[in-house]
DNA sequence: GCGCCCCTGTCATATCGCTGTCATATTTTC
DNA sequence: GAAAATATGACAGCGATATGACAGGGGCGC
């Protein structure tokens, strides 16, 4: 899963520095600004998923931030995450008018920021509406996290589940080793290329007799999912 | 039978408080927001039974709020009663559209507020809620708050009820932890995400031998209710 | 108002399944 | 038949899930 950027604006770098430790370890790519001016400058080259913004900065203040960045079409979609002192109670209502997605009192936990970033991610992510896919009674249904055939449920491993979907919205298409390690694998993984061939065999195990024969191997070249021979 | 929440969404206090001690003087949970973004907020977390809607509001305005909320999965099944100013008949029309279940003039008496509440309510209540759901002899009641075996009542908790309660209503669908926090526990509680397993193991254990098999393991995914395999 | 007991969330630990790799067998190609 | 490519089976490490235990909190009954 490609991790999420994560584009922190806050005058002080010890907070900055803190929360951008605890992000990284919950493998969020971290983007800092110390100003205002540089966070929106940054917030337009960068594109960050999620913006944690601090209330209070010298210049600037992060409402005001928050203001513009809701105005302009470029980073309105932007989901951002105030950060303000205790107590204050009247800047949330001034903060979720401001287009703020969420509001986190300091001091918290490294744990609550990462929950709530993650939920308010979640809320503006809405989940890929996956069709299922089905070729000659061989049916796999990313909703159900399902593969049946004719009906009855096969038994499939995370990898090779993820290697037929690929297939299965991919047929009639010759791929190498390579092109699936990417697509299948992910980009940055250093695996074998006969690591390819394990799972193909364990895919083809898997779908059993009755539909081995839709992965067929391209001597010299790789691997294709097909209906015909 | 256990109180209905309510959520107010209207920027003025005064209003906002008429209506809340009318409603909690009828035994309503009662929440309150004083704009659009924090009751889309609420509305999300706390899941009210109904929502109650100021037409007129500085920045997002109500009738914006009402269609937003029903555009989303998870709020599109609140019943939505509108308050506008007295006279605007097109309003009306607008807000039907909108897809506001009933709409109430300024100034209305509390009793009339209520009655037209109760009414949306019973209205709306039936679909999930009251129905009883059965599945290969295991049936859960929300009516009598009672889950049974073939007849045997079963020893469970509340979270491990809330729990089943969303598996039978949503079959044959893996979820994340994430989305079971989300949509089990409520919005915004933070909570660690194997906290789910924990209540997973506790959910299989009350439902015993016979039915286990029914709560499934996603691996690499989440979980599963589902009657097959 | 007080105390007890159940429920909850978390942690440490145990378990289990998945993964990537290798050695070896088999197939294909020329 | 030899070389190259692919298939297969085995295996150890690792990560994800299951489990058991525990302390705090809250509700309920008295």
Redesign the interface.
Known sequence: MSSKTVLIVDDEASIREMIAIALEMADYRVLEADNAQTGHAMALDQKPDLILLDWMMPGTSGIELARRLKREEATAEMPIILLTAKGEEDNK?QG??A?AD?YITKPFSP??LV??L??VL??ATPPGIEEAVEVEGLRLDP????VTSHGG?LEI??TEYRLLQFFMTHQERAYTRSQLLDQVWGGNVYVEERTVDVHIRRLRKALGETHQHLVQTVRGTGYRFSTRE
């Not at 909703?143 to 399902?146: T, Y």
Request: hydrophobic content about 25%.
């Open positions: 209502v979720l008018e287009g969420d744990r609550e929950a709530r993650k939920a979640r809320r909703s159900s996290h399902r449920a491993g995370p």
